[in-house]
Every structure is written in structure tokens, then in C-alpha cells.
């Protein structure tokens, strides 16, 4: 293992600011791992960390297969989980809304432009995602349409879903849209959770990387687990939102996994002056709970609950 500099800052108070690499090998840049851009993504730091000590043991017992590298950049803002703030902590930028990037721009979009100009020179681009809203998913590969045809090389993680949309007009700054216009074959992976640690979900994602690595020949060592079938979904086509119609307390009656049917209880919303159930959630169609909000209080209109169907 190697430990490398990605991008480097002087700090008026603390420690120089620092963006570390690992790699793992020599020869042809086969995988980079991305974790962290914000400051509240602690299961993606802790995946990239445990991720980081098993490559470690494999090189040193000799599973590392000659002629690869591996690259992992387990955090890109630990400044920000540092102070405890979830984007950029002196303006508020989201750093995965930077790329490519720009090295004479502000600070994230420095960074943005480090990380980018050394992870585009790998065949394959891993980022250990969060979703935007407070939630839990099941853990699941997500690929972005594009002009690159790779979809079936998903299957390689062994995970049980792998979700493809259409690009929105504001991912078009994100990492893995600009790394598949850079040519790079791009997969976000999403854990359960985002703002705490789940070990077991944290197992599923490092077993599916190294899942992937076994399957492309990189590493050596026996894999256990994983899925033999990926279910492809188009989320516009298999994905069904449940909105709330009032803001208030929370109450979920499912768990992310569980299989309703329709008109089944998914949640009620309690008055948060009077805790009165001013409204019941129920599934419109017959379906899996692939995202659950998980936060205590909803707004009104607010997509609490994605089903697959």
C-alpha cells in the first residue's frame, strides 16, 4: 500500500488541509474508490476505511493480482465532518456538484478538479453515494444513462438491485456523470444509512467491491455471499413514490425490505401540537420498500417511501 497526497491546502488554524489516496498494486489503473464529499456521510467513511484495511491485508498476503491498481480516496472533505457541517463549511457547496472542477476556482471546486483529474485515468469508477434526503435504502448499485454501454457489468458487484435513470440537469456536475464523460465506467453504490453506522449494510457494500474485484480477476482470494441475479430497474418505470399530505411526526409501520400490497398501512403523521393522526399512509400498489425516510418529522408533500413494483 501506498498512501498519496491527492490535493493539498494551507490552513490558517489547523493542520494543512489534505485529500489522502491509497494504492493498492501496480500497473494497469483498474478500479478508484471514491468516498466522502460531505461532512455528515459517516457509513460511507467507515465502508471506505474497512475497505482500505481488508485491500491492505489482501496485498500483504498476496491475493492482489499483478498487474492491477487500485486507488481509494476514502474522504475529499473531512474538514467538513470535522465541524460537523454537511457541505463545504465556509460556503456551503456541495463538492459533488463541483465536477470536473476547476484548479483556479473556489475551494470545492479545487478539490473537485484534484480528485477528478486523477480517478478519470481508471477503467472503473466506484462512489460510495448518499441520497440527498434523510432515509434508508436497500442497498443497491445506481448507473446514470449515457453515451458508455456497461450496464451488464453491475452485475459483478453480486448486489440484488442496480438501478439506471436518466440524468437530471443538476447531476450533470456530479462525479460519476463527468467521470463517463471522461470515459470511465461509473457505479455509485448506496449503503442503508448515511448519518450513522450500519455494520451490517456496510458489510454488503464492501463484500460487493471485492465481489467486483474477484470478477474482473484483480484479487485472488475467495468471496463469499452476493446475489447470482441483479434485478435491473429504470427508476422512472419501477420506482413509485408515496408523498405525504401533511407535515408532522413520522410514524412508520414498514421496514425497508418488506413486501406490502396494496392499501396496506406504510405510516401515519401525528399532529406534532396534539399527537392526533391527521394522516395515514397507504401503499397504492403491490410492491418492496426500496426507500424509507427516517427522519422524526416529514413537511407535507414529501416523498417518505419509494416501492419498487
Known sequence: MREIT?????????????????????????VSIVGTFRGNEYQQQFIAARLVKRLKELEAAGELNAGFEVLVIPSANAYS???????????????NRAFPGNAEGST???????VFNITKEYEYGIH???????????????????????????AG??????????????EKTTLNYT????GVKAFSLYSA?????????????????????????????????????????????????????????????????FEVEKGDLLAEIH?????????????????VVFFMHSAPMTYSQTAVFKLII
Open 179 to 182: 467521470w463517463q464523460e471522461a
Open 81 to 95: 465532518m470535522n465541524t460537523r457541517k454537511k457541505f463545504w463549511s465556509t460556503d456551503n457547496t456541495d463538492i
Open 108 to 114: 470545492p471546486e479545487i478539490i473537485a478538479d484534484e
Open 157 to 170: 458487484f453480486m448486489m440484488p438491485y442496480m438501478m439506471i435513470r436518466d440524468p437530471r440537469s443538476y
Open 271 to 287: 399532529d406534532p401540537y396534539t399527537d392526533e393522526v391527521i394522516s395515514e399512509l397507504r401503499s397504492p400498489v403491490d410492491g
Open 6 to 30: 491527492i490535493c493539498e491546502m494551507p490552513s490558517l488554524y489547523r493542520d494543512d488541509f489534505r485529500v489522502k489516496g491509497f494504492v493498492f498494486g501496480s500497473g494497469k489503473k483498474s
Open 193 to 257: 444509512q448515511t448519518e450513522g453506522i450500519d455494520r451490517n449494510s456496510a458489510h454488503t457494500i464492501i463484500r460487493s467491491i471485492l465481489l467486483f474485484l474477484k470478477n474482473k480477476g484483480i484479487i485472488s482470494t475467495e468471496i463469499l455471499g452476493g446475489y447470482k441475479e441483479c434485478a435491473i430497474l429504470e427508476e422512472e418505470k419501477r420506482i413509485v413514490p408515496v408523498r405525504t399530505s401533511h407535515a408532522g411526526f413520522f410514524e412508520p409501520k414498514v421496514k425497508v425490505g
Open 128 to 154: 460510495l453515494a448518499s441520497y440527498y434526503m434523510i432515509g434508508s435504502f436497500l442497498p443497491h448499485v445506481r448507473i446514470m444513462k449515457s453515451h458508455l454501454d456497461y450496464f451488464e457489468e453491475s
